[in-house]
DNA sequence: GCCGTTTTCGGCCCGACTGTTTTCAGTCG
């Protein structure tokens, strides 16, 4: 059972407490330790081995028996005993918008629902409106949410919405209603996949501008409006048959740095911000920071237009959005040592990219002068070698005809360098698509698995530390292989990945491609700690997606990195001296 | 259920919007 398997079951577990009517207290336990598991870079059956569960933040000695039990038997006592009372299927209705424990618990008891389909008959026999607490509304809220629920909404892509976003954003700007806009959320933080869009804007009229916004052509559908909050759907794609989620929230100007900080999340470190602010007499909320009086009557405001002065309130420097997990950056922060985060102007060039050779749509020298327009001193053409048709991969003879092209575009060049290479497959039982002799004869050279995915988590990790220790292979290209929404990671022990990387001084990628952001942010962070360096690389098949560079550094933040933990940081010569010979 | 340079017991973030309520619980951010 693996780290999300594990997550699943005590968030489950979580569910039908919560449905059962147990604590609060007890429930948001089993949710913390969700997320963290959820977010954690070693194997959580290797932190069971070596007897250190309890070590893991929000796992006490209740859950490290359920997690032991889920290891060893694949089933955990907690969970069944429950499942006898909840029909664990009840968590699936939780799911719905404006179905939360209470009611899904009262359609249980009172109408034994279990499914969406009895749900459904059960609200169009119209026998709950009857009910006390239950009126016409609800009807129709639920039935819309069960619609909103078939329409099967996937998270999207960071890359994908950051147009459509920063569009946004420059409309509402144009809004003499509107001073400042910021778009806050997961999207603040970079996360590679979003759920909705956050909007925070300062206004002096809120009403006004709350009226302003739900007139949009945008909106689809205004799910919910009050003077400070506003929650609609968004037309979006193709004939708008897609929809964006979206929060809009109003405050005045002198709360905006407080809300900002609210706003931005995460849920978690929200908490723990507030937290340390009850120890210190303080309130913190989306309006701002409150020394709160001994008769616990008065608030008497003491900052909040500036999102610094919230950090400032309990005795903390500015933290960047990236890093706001609850995952160690509050406790950085406090001893003055968070990290100086990698920015985009670090970068010095991009070490992965296609040409018209293989797969990608320009060519050597397009890509080389469009490297060049962003202020790159190099780039690596890492073209495929690999037997795969239609990805139109070279072979040992097309490889050396390339080696002599760049010679001839490099001689055009000035003040920037193209770097041979490949991007070689490696083969299922991990020796490489191409020989020895010719990757000698190459600067650089990209190793990735592009095939036979479905291996064993020992067969496929040994395949990819094989590779490793070619002498010839310098970096390991989006290293667990996620498609975001489409593939899952392959079965691979990450952390035995990173300390071969490590040994044999290979660099692991984080490929930039908003549906890869691979490795991801825990594992730069895991990767980063071993002291193992990294590439911010495109994965450009077109000279436009160069651009996804920002992405790859957003992520790389996330994983704590800094511009000394990545390679493409280094001027020409220095990136050359540390790649292995060939 | 978890956790602790004030605690091993007693807290645990704080607020907005909705529907059906005559005063607020439920759900969500
Ligand atoms: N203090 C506090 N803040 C919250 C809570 N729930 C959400 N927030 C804040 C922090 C979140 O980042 C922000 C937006 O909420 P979302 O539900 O949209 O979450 P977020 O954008 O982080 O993730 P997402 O990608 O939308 O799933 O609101 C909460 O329970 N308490
Ligand atoms: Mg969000
Ligand atoms: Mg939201
Ligand atoms: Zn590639």
């Known amino acids: 059972m693996d780290n999300l398997e594990v997550a699943k079951i005590l968030n489950q577990i979580a569910d039908l407490m919560e449905i059962k009517g147990e604590s609060k207290f007890k429930v948001g336990a089993y949710r913390r330790a969700t ?31 359920d997690i032991k039990e889920l290891i060893t038997k694949g089933s955990c006592l907690r969970l069944s005993k429950l499942k006898e009372k909840i029909p664990g299927k009840l968590s699936e209705l939780m799911e719905i918008e404006g179905l939360g424990p209470k009611k899904v618990a009262f359609l249980f008891k009172k109408f034994h629902v279990t499914a969406i389909k009895q749900l459904e008959k059960l609200i169009k026999s119209h ?5 006390f607490g239950w009126g016409p509304k609800s009807e129709q809220n639920i039935l819309e949410g069960i619609k909103l629920y078939r329409r099967f909404r996937e998270r999207f892509l960071l890359g994908k919405i950051y147009p459509y976003a920063q569009a946004l954003q420059e409309k509402l700007r144009k809004s003499p209603l509107v001073e400042k806009v910021e778009i806050c959320g997961s999207f ?9 869009l956050d909007i925070l ?19 689809q559908r205004v799910n919910a409006k009050g003077p400070t909050k506003v929650n609609v759907l968004l037309k979006y794609g193709a004939q708008h048959q897609s929809g964006v989620e979206t929060d809009l929230r109003v405050v005045r100007p002198e709360s905006f740095g407080a809300a900002l900080h609210y706003f931005t999340g995460s849920k978690t470190h929200n908490i723990e911000i507030r937290r340390r602010g009850i120890e210190k007499g303080l309130r913190i909320n989306e309006y701002g920071v409150f020394k709160v009086s001994p008769s616990k009557k008065r608030l008497t405001r003491v900052g909040g237009a500036k999102e610094e002065e919230i950090f400032k309130a309990v005795g903390l420097p500015w933290i960047p959005p990236e890093i706001r997990e609850n995952e160690g950056e509050i406790e950085a922060a406090l001893e003055n040592r968070l990290p100086k985060l990698i920015e985009k102007r670090d970068i010095k060039g991009d070490l992965h990219l296609h040409s018209d050779w293989s797969d990608g749509e320009d060519s050597i020298l397009d890509l080389a002068l469009s490297a060049q327009k962003r202020k790159y001193q190099y780039i690596a053409l890492t073209d495929h070698a690999s037997p795969i048709g239609i990805i139109n991969g070279l072979n040992a003879h097309r490889v050396l005809k390339q080696i002599l092209a760049i010679k001839e575009i490099n001689k055009k060049l000035r003040g920037f360098q193209i770097l041979t290479g490949t991007e070689v497959d490696i083969n299922k039982d991990g020796s490489l698509f191409l020989p020895d002799k010719i990757l000698e004869k190459l600067d650089i050279v990209v190793a990735g698995i592009h095939s036979s995915f479905h291996l064993s988590c020992d067969q496929m990790t040994k395949r990819i530390v094989k590779a490793m220790k070619n002498f010839h292979v310098d970096i390991i290209a989006h290293p667990t ?6 593939r899952e990671p392959y079965e691979i022990d990450e952390s035995a990945l990173i300390k ?14 908003p549906q890869r952001l691979d490795l ?29 560079m920002v992405f790859g550094v957003d992520t790389a933040r996330r994983g704590w990195a800094e511009k000394n933990d990545i390679v493409n940081t280094l001027p020409f010569e220095e ?5 292995k010979r060939g």
Do not use: C, W
């Open 127 to 131: 026998k709950l409106k009857e009910l």
């Open 481 to 486: 292989g996620r498609l975001i929404n489409k």
């Open 188 to 196: 603040r933080r970079r996360k590679e996949t979003i759920g909705d």
């Open 500 to 513: 071969e990387a490590k040994r044999t001084g290979t660099i692991l990628e984080i490929n930039a491609a």
């Open 575 to 579: 990136l050359k001296g540390l790649l």
């Open 201 to 219: 804007v300062t206004s002096k009229q809120p009403k006004r501008l709350v009226d302003f916004f739900v007139s949009l052509p945008e909106i």
């Open 35 to 65: 997320r963290t598991i959820e977010e954690l870079p070693e194997n959580i059956n290797d932190v069971y081995l070596k007897d250190k569960l309890e070590e893991i933040p929000g796992v006490g000695e209740s859950i490290a028996l």
């Open 520 to 548: 991801t942010g825990p594992y730069i962070r895991l990767a980063k700690e071993y002291g193992v360096r990294m590439a911010i690389s495109t994965d450009a098949h077109s000279t436009n997606q160069l651009d996804y």
